[in-house]
């Protein structure tokens, strides 16, 4: 049986057949630093050519699953943006590295699913929440295009219409509000969370392997097209916008906790 890589921010973790992905930065919400980001890769990476699981569960450790990006990191790339160029290399492969995983990927939003953790959510194959967890793509409050994978993946789920409505404000939905528009699958009691995301899990897992497999890989056709199509040039502005005075103003706002003064 091949052994998952020990790393300092993420966890992986066997329960037979299920592989299980653990963002592992309780203190700080599970934030993206750049250990992070990188180590995401790897876990994907295994995840994606690990022989000896059928289902991944992806989830975060406390009490959010994902806050988006850790504010000292996002400050350190404002100041010197050609560090956020790696990131633009990581980004892109967390995206299709997730895309490509042939068997199914499943959420367990235990909370907050904000920025870059909204997107991992959303490009999981089915999503069950906590009711009182948060989904938002907030990159433009920040000053960013939301280039990431938001511009991919909302639509996707949701329509044009209504994901242009929250990608240009960056508003955060409740669980239950995102369940009720088909942005998640699955809205639920924090204390009956678990129980159902196992019952699914072990749904999946006796199931038809290679059936489920190939269905998955065909429903995920058309985000990879989209991918193909928008995630280079949305990474390239994101990539734009990171040396914008917006953003500079955005972390100076979040440093002094006051609204930023975009234009002035």
Same mark, same amino acid.
């Given at each position: 049986?091949?052994?998952?890589?020990?790393?300092?921010?993420?966890?992986?973790?066997?329960?037979?057949?299920?592989?299980?992905?653990?963002?592992?930065?309780?203190?700080?919400?599970?934030?993206?630093?750049?250990?992070?980001?990188?180590?995401?890769?790897? +876990?994907?990476?295994?995840?994606?050519? !690990? @022989?000896?699981?059928? /289902?991944? %569960?992806?989830? *975060?450790? =406390?009490? #959010?699953?994902?806050?988006?990006?850790?504010?000292?990191?996002?400050?350190?790339?404002?100041?010197?943006?050609?560090?956020?160029?790696h990131?633009?290399?990581?980004?892109?492969?967390?995206?299709?590295?997730?895309?490509?995983?042939?068997?199914?990927?499943?959420?367990?939003?235990?909370?907050?699913?904000?920025?870059?953790?909204?997107?991992?959510?959303l490009?999981?194959?089915?999503?069950?929440? +906590?009711?009182?967890?948060?989904?938002? !793509? @907030?990159?433009?409050? /920040?000053? %960013?295009?939301a *280039?990431? =994978?938001? #511009?991919?993946?909302?639509?996707?789920?949701?329509?044009?219409?209504?994901?242009?409505?929250?990608?240009?404000?960056?508003?955060?939905?409740t669980?239950?509000?995102?369940?009720?528009?088909?942005?998640?699958?699955?809205?639920?009691?924090?204390?009956?969370?678990?129980?159902?995301?196992?019952?699914?899990?072990?749904?999946?897992?006796?199931?038809?392997?290679?059936a489920?497999?190939?269905?998955?890989?065909?429903?995920?056709?058309?985000?990879?097209?989209?991918?193909?199509?928008? %995630?280079?040039? *949305?990474?390239?502005?994101?990539?734009?916008?990171?040396?914008?005075?917006?953003?500079?103003?955005?972390?100076a706002?979040?440093?002094?906790?006051?609204?930023?003064?975009?234009?002035?």
């Amino acid at each position: 049986m091949s052994t998952p890589p020990r790393l300092d921010t993420i966890l992986l973790d066997r329960r037979g057949r299920l592989l299980v992905i653990t963002l592992n930065r309780p203190d700080s919400l599970n934030a993206f630093n750049l250990a992070l980001h990188d180590e995401l890769v790897v +876990a994907l990476d295994f995840a994606r050519d !690990d @022989p000896d699981s059928d /289902v991944v %569960l992806l989830t *975060g450790a =406390g009490c #959010a699953f994902s806050a988006g990006g850790d504010l000292d990191h996002i400050a350190r790339n404002a100041a010197e943006p050609e560090r956020f160029d790696h990131e633009v290399r990581i980004a892109r492969t967390i995206v299709l590295t997730l895309l490509d995983i042939a068997k199914p990927v499943v959420c367990r939003m235990n909370g907050h699913a904000v920025g870059l953790g909204a997107t991992l959510a959303l490009l999981c194959d089915v999503i069950f929440a +906590a009711e009182t967890a948060r989904i938002g !793509d @907030p990159h433009v409050q /920040v000053g %960013l295009a939301a *280039g990431d =994978g938001g #511009a991919i993946v909302w639509a996707q789920r949701i329509g044009l219409a209504r994901a242009k409505e929250f990608l240009l404000t960056g508003e955060l939905l409740t669980a239950p509000r995102a369940a009720e528009l088909g942005l998640i699958n699955h809205s639920l009691p924090a204390d009956q969370l678990d129980a159902a995301v196992e019952a699914f899990c072990e749904r999946l897992l006796a199931g038809a392997q290679m059936a489920i497999r190939y269905t998955k890989q065909l429903t995920n056709l058309e985000l990879k097209r989209t991918a193909e199509l928008v %995630l280079d040039q *949305g990474l390239a502005w994101e990539s734009e916008t990171v040396r914008s005075r917006d953003h500079a103003e955005a972390v100076a706002a979040l440093r002094d906790k006051r609204p930023p003064r975009f234009g002035a």
